[in-house]
């Protein structure tokens, strides 16, 4: 019979700080199970992007980091003051040694940073659950889609998929993986996209910050037809086994020619022919359309355990938890001229965490 590992208290001590040492990432590169939102450029992108405030929770005992949790002060003329780990990204939160109930010590700093700023609420995006005791949502999944073989990812596609690709391609679309001299096309495509769905988009310097700050994290590929036009564009972040595609859009007007596919093709078979072992395909809720795209791209949903904690007792929702407030707003985004989202879009998008 084996016997559990023993559980150890934590008596060191949390430290609050707006900059972080390279400790703080060799403790999330050798952590087992961090993601790519643990990483301290975070909190740097966001407040050189948007002004926001880091704030980085390190537990130490001894010397030793044995947890962290990134956190970023929004403050919102529209929506108030959060503490969000990490905005703008799906993973985040508290990762800690095992077995050392050092969770606990950093969600309990964290709610006192929050008193401290004037935070209505924490958000902390876990991948997985924390040991804390707070409810957590399970409306939220992230798609993942195991990568083996380049042939074998191709034989599980569906037959649907494979004639898409197939037709993007025929037209004579194809993929190109580029660095930060791509930012600029790769914009123009996801701008008109943002404006059409209806939400407001991110600054051209948000992604320029994240291309600086992560060089060998973040790249950027595009789907050109012959005549070189871009028709469809993503950012992947590339962390430890793991491709993740959180930014990819295409222009409508070319959706017949299914550059969407081409993209999505071409990442896959990447991350097969590089050694990559999983493609996430980023967040959706179970019921909407964005879910069943993913799944029939051959991605099994795993649930996002998120923790909302209230500094304030009864502070409305923050809009990552209650969305439906705001319908009436997306659909008037839709009818805004691109020119006048590009400038209004960023002021927007930079104070609401999804």
């Known amino acids: 019979m084996m016997t559990p590992d023993p559980v ?67 403050r919102s003329r529209l929506f108030g ?92 679309l194809v993929a190109t993986w580029c660095g930060a001299e791509a930012l600029e096309e790769f914009y123009e ?31 950027v590929v595009l789907a050109r037809d012959r005549g070189a036009r871009v028709l469809g564009a993503a950012v992947c972040l590339f962390f430890r086994d793991t491709i993740m595609v959180p930014w990819v859009s295409s222009l409508r007007e070319a959706f017949a020619l299914c550059p969407n596919f081409v993209l999505y093709w071409d990442i896959i078979r990447f991350g097969c022919r590089n050694g990559y072992r999983v493609l996430d395909l980023g967040r959706s809720f179970r019921n909407a359309g964005t879910f069943e795209f993913k799944r029939q791209w051959g991605a099994h949903p795993h649930t996002l355990p998120w923790v909302f904690v209230d500094v304030v007792p009864g502070a409305p929702p923050p809009v990552d938890r209650d969305r439906s407030r705001f319908e009436r707003l997306i659909a008037l985004w839709k009818r805004v001229p691109v020119p006048v989202a590009n400038v209004v879009g960023p002021w927007i998008r930079g104070q609401v965490p999804n």
């Open 81 to 172: 003051r959060r503490l969000v780990s990490m905005p703008f990204l799906d993973y985040g939160g508290v990762v800690a040694e095992p077995g050392r109930r050092v969770e606990q010590a950093l969600v309990d700093a964290a709610l006192a940073a929050g008193r401290d700023l004037g935070a209505a609420t924490i958000g902390l995006r876990q991948f997985e659950r924390a040991d804390v005791p707070y409810p957590v949502t399970d409306d939220r999944v992230t798609m993942l889609m195991p990568l083996t073989t380049e042939e074998r990812a191709w034989k599980v596609l569906p037959s649907e998929r494979r004639n898409r690709v197939r037709k993007g391609e025929k037209h004579g």
């Open 189 to 219: 495509v996801f701008a008109v996209n943002m404006r059409d769905l209806g939400s407001p988009v991110h600054s051209r310097r948000f992604f320029e910050t994240m291309l600086a700050e992560l060089p060998g994290t973040a790249r």
């Open 8 to 74: 150890h208290a934590f008596h060191g001590r949390v430290v609050r700080a707006r900059e972080v040492d390279k400790r703080w990432d060799r403790f999330v590169e050798r952590h087992p199970n961090p993601t790519v939102g643990h990483l301290s450029a975070w909190g740097r992108i966001a407040e050189r992007t948007y002004g926001h405030e880091p704030v980085y929770l390190t537990a130490e005992e001894d010397g030793e980091v044995l947890g962290v949790l990134p956190l970023v002060l929004m």
